[in-house]
């Protein structure tokens, strides 16, 4: 089963650099949650199978808790995902 | 200067880029599938059920590539089998030869997971061929998630060769003076070239190594396989001489065949299989600009019989219409009825300039037939292959573009993963 798990991004894209901010997601309660990216870390690119994709270790808070997460964009299909290694 | 050539093969490698896009682009959580019994197979409903691939485990239950999945299950009830995904095993293979391309200068493919690169001359550049071969090895491994073997030698057979040898991850070398000892002790049906046919003729005539065969006398071997005899020979001597080149040779025919996912056994349904491969041979020819002279088809019955019947026309085509109607006229004087599972179509004999004899009266039609097939093929490109189809397929069971690779093998897994999956991060 997959882990990973498509996400809404907000991103900047600057000087050839790439910096998720913000991520929005579904709560239990069916309401959508935006939620600011606190740091991040590190980030590498790899090309496994030929999919290039760029992996950010940042860390969020939620519910005053910091939360650390891993964030995979894939440039091809420009999709974001939450994901874990 | 001594010629060095690398010869490049995934290890299972349809299996290895499953694994691969499951583990570190999907990022699975269950079992590696190279690491347990496991196989690619085809779709066993639409009787495409043959192992494409399989893991290094599964070779353990003498499980084979080629077999059906029903004689691999017996072998194996455990076996995992996995659909094929076409399109991520070109993306892989398009992967893989980028990473061959910053070290060689040329490069043969050889097929889509096999290819061979010149390297003579590169010692000053990348330093000994065997260093060389496990840089690109571990790059490979290290980028693209799957594993590779590499041979080396002087010459293409004899760097093939060096590639079959222990599996997986591994570089081998069998330059000429290591023949006798690294590839002569082989069964004789390892060699390049020596298939189940002549495997069972060398066999019989007492023949069982690669180093019996080097040593067998050529007139013997030339009296039982005629030219065959003596690829072989000089293959299993370590002699080829063929240069490596990226130049891809002209196809010299076009064809497209399906196995049918019911035994087809009335010429309705076998006409529009037959249109259905026409419109897909057609439209290949087309693309290429060229024209068939010969048209043949070939089918297999319900016991595996097989039937082939071809002909040259009179004046060259890539026209779908009239390339069907002298497919049809084929087929119906050699079916005798018996119901069908697999049925072919062929152009060959292509010629890239058409001098067309047109009938008295029919000039138009065809002319006009071109334009529409070009009209129908700039529309398919543009918006896809079912943007438009021929009335009869509507609502049938047969697709109306038949052959090569099927649109469901075609897709890429779709990404699973949802809003309910969402919440885990709120917990």
Redesign the interface.
């Given at each position: 089963m997959s882990q990973n798990i498509p996400v809404e991004v907000l991103a900047a894209f600057k000087g050839g650099e790439i910096k998720p901010r913000w991520i929005r997601l579904e709560t239990e309660e069916h309401t959508l949650k935006t939620i600011q990216i606190d740091m991040i870390y590190t980030h590498k690119i790899t090309n496994f199978a030929g999919f290039k994709t760029f992996t950010f270790f940042c860390t969020i808070v939620v519910n005053e808790c910091k939360r650390q997460i891993q964030l995979m964009y894939m440039t091809e299909s420009c999709k974001w995902f939450i994901t874990q290694e | 200067m001594e010629k060095i050539i690398f010869h490049i093969d995934v290890n299972s490698a349809f299996l290895s880029?499953e694994a691969?896009?499951r583990k570190?682009?999907?990022?699975?959580?269950?079992a590696d599938l190279r690491d347990i019994v496991s196989a690619v197979g085809g779709d066993k409903e639409k009787r495409h059920g043959i192992i494409l691939a399989k893991s290094i485990p599964a070779k353990k239950y003498n499980i084979l590539t080629g077999e059906s999945i029903m004689e691999a299950l017996q072998k194996c009830p455990d076996l995992v089998i996995v659909p094929p995904h076409y399109k991520?095993y070109e993306?892989?293979s398009?992967?893989?030869r980028e990473i061959l391309a910053e070290y060689a200068p040329v490069i043969e493919v050889y097929s889509i997971d096999e290819v061979w690169c010149d390297m003579t001359g590169t010692l000053g550049v990348h330093g000994f061929p065997v260093a060389l071969a496990n840089q690109i090895k571990d790059k490979i491994f290290n980028?693209?998630?799957?594993s590779v073997n590499i041979g080396i030698s002087s010459n293409k057979v004899l760097a093939k060769m060096a590639s079959d040898f222990k599996k997986p991850n591994m570089v081998h070398t069998l330059f000429p003076n290591e023949i006798s000892t690294k590839m002569w002790p082989l069964p004789v049906r390892d060699l390049f070239y020596v298939g189940r046919a002549t495997e069972k003729k060398l066999k019989n005539m007492g023949i069982t190594t690669i180093g019996e065969l080097a040593n067998t006398d050529l007139s013997i071997l030339k009296s039982h396989f005629k030219m065959h005899g003596e690829v072989i020979w000089n293959y299993a001597n370590g002699n080829h001489c063929t240069e490596i080149t990226n130049i891809v040779p002209a196809n010299k025919g076009y064809g497209n065949s399906t196995t049918v996912a019911f035994d087809v056994d009335n010429l309705r349904d076998a006409k529009l299989v037959l249109l259905a491969l026409c419109e897909q041979v057609c439209a290949r020819l087309r693309k290429d600009n060229v024209y068939a002279e010969i048209i043949s088809i070939e089918f297999s019955d319900y016991l595996f019989g097989h039937t082939s019947h071809q002909k040259r026309i009179l004046t060259v085509t890539n026209t779908t219409n009239e390339f069907y109607r002298h497919v049809v006229d084929l087929f119906v004087e050699c079916w005798d009825r018996t119901p069908l599972r697999k049925i072919g179509v062929r152009g060959s004999h292509v010629v890239s300039e058409a001098l067309q004899q047109f009938n008295l009266f029919d000039g138009d039609k065809y002319l006009k037939s071109h334009e529409v097939d070009l009209a129908i093929d700039s529309m398919r490109a543009r918006y896809g292959r079912d943007a438009i189809m021929r009335a009869a397929f509507i609502n049938g069971s047969i697709n109306h573009m038949t052959g090569g690779i099927s649109a469901d093998k075609n897709g890429e897994t779709e990404?699973?993963?949802?809003?309910d999956?969402?919440?885990?991060?709120?917990q």
């Open positions: - | 880029w691969v896009y570190k682009i999907l990022k699975d959580t269950g991520l993306r892989c398009d992967a893989f980028e693209l998630g799957f990404y699973v993963g949802g809003t999956e969402c919440r885990k991060i709120f």
